[in-house]
Nanobody, 111 residues
Framework: VQLQACGGGLVQPGGSLRLSCAASGLTFSESSMNWVRQAPGKEFDWVSTIYSRINRTTYADSVKGRFTISKDNAKNTLYLQMNNLKPEDTAVYYC?????RGQGTQVTVSS
């Protein structure tokens, strides 16, 4: 299984970014997947999950209403649309599936 996140960058508070995660080596359409993040000096935090079989999404309270997780099964790609970004969203973001975690992408929210 290979997971590669991209789309991070530097954005001002209130701005938006869309992260993508290209996946291979798995049955993507049947896989529930997650976004997690790690801020400097802190533990990993769960951000969001999309459950493929039941078509359900869940979010951490800190991002609910601002972030949207989605999948494009035809492209084997997971997305995270992030709106109204806050400085506390600054972290390296990773996509995960089961025990697999790919390389992350840095998101920095700063004025």
């Amino acid at each position: 299984v290979q997971l590669q996140a991209c789309g991070g960058g530097l954005v001002q508070p209130g701005g938006s970014l869309r992260l993508s995660c290209a996946a291979s080596g798995l049955t993507f359409s049947e896989s529930s997947m997650n976004w997690v993040r790690q801020a400097p000096g802190k533990e990993f935090d769960w951000v969001s999950t999309i459950y493929s079989r039941i078509n359900r999404t869940t979010y951490a309270d800190s991002v609910k209403g601002r972030f949207t997780i989605s999948k494009d099964n035809a492209k084997n790609t997971l997305y995270l649309q992030m709106n109204n970004l806050k400085p506390e969203d600054t972290a390296v973001y990773y996509c995960t599936m089961g025990v697999f975690r790919g390389q992350g992408t840095q998101v920095t929210v700063s004025s």
